[in-house]
């Protein structure tokens, strides 16, 4: 083999090698953490990282409603940190969290990691988000934790499309006493008349015949 070839072909060996390292990186647990795209916002401070923070709109630009705050928590320590609050500097909106379930402290335990946003995980909702927020800027956020104290970074505003649907407001827990029962109470028309004494047309048929037996019987039992 010449010299111009063997040099060809070390070279294409090099890019391959360097190929397959990047694709094993981006494969590792924080690019599948959170589905969200591993090139947003990140920080790292003491034993706390931060990855892929956005804020999360309404879906239609200019919509009124609370917007969210989704990122991966990671604590490399060897104790429990407790996440004690959201704020955004510099802007008038108002952070809720919500632990997962609905109550109690969102704590990012010793060496694991939490994710924030999406169905069956905290949640950060900012109430005035559409005035809060400015959809395709960069939105500074910050993080408080117990141990390590205040974390701040900069997280895109995106809307709750796409990519970023089960992680916007949409995914946010509802709150208690919310109208999300009202479905369920929609079925009261059918259950009245019941409840009056009048046969309900759809409930009734199939126990009607069953119910005439028995009045019929029953004065045969007296004779």
Do not use: W
């Not at 990671?74 to 004690?84: A, P, Q, R, S, T």
């Not at 995980?121 to 939105?139: D, F, S």
């Not at 009734?204 to 005439?212: L, Q």
Request: aromatic share 4%.
């Amino acid at each position: 083999m010449s010299r111009s070839l063997r040099r060809g072909a070390i070279a294409a060996t090099a890019l391959v090698i360097s190929l397959a390292s990047l694709t094993a990186c981006g494969a590792g647990n924080d690019a599948q953490t959170l589905g969200v795209r591993p090139d947003n916002a990140a920080v790292s401070v003491g034993t706390i990282k931060i990855q892929n923070a956005v804020v999360i709109t309404q879906p239609e630009a200019g919509a009124e409603g609370p917007a969210t705050v989704s990122a991966t928590v990671f604590n490399n320590g060897d104790k429990n940190e407790v996440l004690e609050g959201i704020t955004l500097p510099g802007a008038d909106g108002t952070v809720k969290l919500t632990a997962a379930g609905g109550s109690g402290p969102v704590t990012v335990p010793a060496g694991g990691s939490i994710i924030i946003g999406g169905k069956g995980n905290p949640a950060a909702v900012i109430e005035n988000g559409h005035e809060a927020t400015e959809l395709g800027g960069a939105q500074p956020v910050a993080f408080q934790f117990s141990r390590t104290g205040e974390v701040k970074l900069e997280a895109f505003v995106v809307p709750a499309t796409s990519y970023y649907q089960e992680y916007g407001p949409s995914g946010a827990p509802s709150p208690a006493g919310s109208p999300t029962a009202s479905p369920t109470d929609a079925a009261s028309p059918d259950a009245s008349p019941d409840a009056t004494g009048e046969a309900s047309p759809g409930a009734t048929p199939g126990g009607s015949p069953e119910a005439e037996a028995t009045a019929t019987e029953t004065p045969a039992a007296g004779h």
